[in-house]
């Protein structure tokens, strides 16, 4: 079998280490979102592939869901000793080293999707694990503050900002150009089915369709999506605000609409949003909280039951 999935940080890979789980024998190629990347301090940081790699390669901090886990700030400190900015993205000793290892190998000209696969030898997700595109892509949020009308890096709006200032356009710079990466079209394209992760609708997965051919290979596909947001909530963390920021409400029905029936075939939500429903595609409810391996795990072999069956 062979399955493709989208995916964003944390919920993508909380889900990832559920499919792997659920198919132990499966192919599995993942697309990951490098809309949030960013450089620091001279190094490129791709915060949702290293969350991937880390969470299926045991690396993962359990309770925080990304940076690495026995992890110590000395350097963090001493930039700070500097006054060196930003003091706002924490990042670790033992993080530091695979952006140390991921910049230098491409200011040696080695394309990201070279990089991953390299930093993967160490990690063995267990999976093919894809950049969207070798082309550098950035999330840029507007905003209006005492600084005026300006476009800040998606870091800044999310880790400084925690979200609380409205967004009232978010961007993905560099979109247009941008190809997918090697591999990409090529994995939908052999994939039986397609699984998009309850990862964020805007500033993840949204941003993997932004990629020009990537959202028009998936609509050849048989896709199965599983709702990040349930009774009316993201489960963490704060997807309101980008959904807001597009117009879009906090519902299942609502995502699920944003994503559309050329899209998605299939559609998990949670058991109090069952009512839930859009011509064209097949709504189930069940238990969609990733609160244990087992539980998520679950939820990913009912994501590929329902894939297997549309597909026949
Ligand atoms: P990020 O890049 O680290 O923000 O991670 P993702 O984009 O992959 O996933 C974040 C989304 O996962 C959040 O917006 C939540 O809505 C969703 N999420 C987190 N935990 C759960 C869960 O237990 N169940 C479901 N259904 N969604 C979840
Ligand atoms: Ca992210």
Same mark, same amino acid.
């Given at each position: 079998?062979?399955?493709?999935?989208?995916?964003?940080?944390?919920?993508?890979?909380?889900?990832?280490?559920?499919?792997?789980? &659920?198919?132990?024998?499966?192919?599995?190629?993942?697309?990951?979102?490098?809309?949030?990347?960013?450089?620091?301090?001279?190094?490129?940081?791709?915060?949702?592939?290293?969350?991937?790699?880390?969470?299926?390669? @045991?690396?993962?901090?359990?309770?925080?869901?990304?940076?690495?886990?026995?992890?110590?700030?000395? !350097?963090?400190?001493?930039? &700070?000793?500097?006054?060196?900015?930003?003091?706002?993205?924490?990042?670790?000793?033992? /993080?530091?080293?695979?952006? #140390?290892?991921?910049?230098?190998?491409?200011?040696?000209?080695?394309?990201?999707?070279?990089?991953?696969?390299?930093?993967?030898?160490?990690?063995?997700?267990?999976?093919?694990?894809?950049?969207?595109?070798?082309?550098?892509?950035?999330?840029?949020?507007?905003?209006? /503050?005492?600084?005026?009308?300006?476009?800040?890096?998606?870091?800044?709006?999310?880790?400084?900002?925690?979200? @609380?200032?409205?967004?009232?356009?978010?961007?993905?710079?560099?979109?247009?150009?941008?190809?997918?990466?090697?591999?990409?079209?090529?994995?939908?394209?052999?994939?039986?089915? !397609? *699984?998009?992760?309850?990862?964020?609708?805007?500033?993840?997965?949204?941003?993997?369709?932004? #990629?020009?051919?990537?959202?028009?290979?998936?609509?050849?596909?048989?896709?199965?999506? !599983? @709702?990040? *947001? #349930?009774?009316?909530?993201?489960?963490?963390?704060?997807?309101?605000?980008?959904?807001?920021? #597009?117009?879009?409400?906090?519902?299942?029905?609502?995502?699920?609409?944003?994503?559309?029936?050329?899209?998605?075939?299939?559609?998990?939500?949670?058991?109090?949003?069952?009512?839930?429903?859009?011509?064209? !595609?097949?709504?189930?409810?069940?238990?969609?909280?990733?609160?244990?391996?087992?539980?998520?795990?679950?939820?990913?072999?009912?994501?590929?039951?329902?894939?297997?069956?549309?597909?026949?």
């Amino acid at each position: 079998m062979r399955i493709v999935s989208l995916a964003g940080g944390i919920g993508g890979a909380r889900f990832l280490r559920g499919l792997k789980a &659920a198919a132990p024998d499966a192919e599995i190629t993942v697309i990951g979102n490098t809309g949030d990347d960013i450089t620091l301090f001279g190094l490129r940081v791709c915060p949702d592939l290293d969350t991937v790699m880390y969470t299926l390669g @045991s690396g993962i901090n359990e309770e925080q869901g990304w940076g690495r886990a026995d992890e110590s700030f000395t !350097v963090k400190e001493e930039l &700070a000793a500097y006054e060196m900015e930003p003091q706002w993205f924490g990042l670790g000793d033992r /993080d530091f080293a695979t952006h #140390i290892v991921r910049s230098q190998m491409l200011a040696a000209g080695y394309p990201l999707s070279q990089v991953t696969e390299a930093l993967c030898v160490r990690w063995r997700p267990g999976v093919r694990l894809l950049p969207m595109s070798d082309d550098q892509t950035e999330t840029h949020v507007v905003v209006s /503050d005492e600084g005026g009308r300006r476009a800040i890096h998606f870091q800044e709006w999310w880790v400084r900002l925690r979200a @609380s200032v409205p967004a009232e356009q978010i961007v993905l710079v560099g979109a247009d150009d941008a190809r997918p990466a090697p591999g990409v079209l090529e994995a939908i394209r052999d994939a039986d089915f !397609v *699984i998009l992760p309850p990862s964020n609708p805007v500033v993840s997965i949204g941003t993997i369709l932004q #990629i020009p051919g990537i959202r028009t290979a998936l609509e050849e596909k048989t896709v199965v999506g !599983v @709702s990040p *947001i #349930i009774g009316g909530a993201p489960v963490r963390g704060m997807a309101d605000a980008c959904l807001t920021a #597009i117009g879009v409400s906090t519902s299942a029905q609502a995502v699920l609409e944003l994503y559309g029936s050329r899209l998605v075939d299939g559609w998990l939500v949670a058991e109090q949003d069952k009512g839930v429903s859009l011509d064209g !595609v097949t709504v189930e409810a069940r238990p969609l909280l990733m609160d244990s391996p087992e539980a998520t795990r679950d939820i990913a072999a009912a994501a590929l039951t329902l894939a297997t069956t549309l597909q026949a």
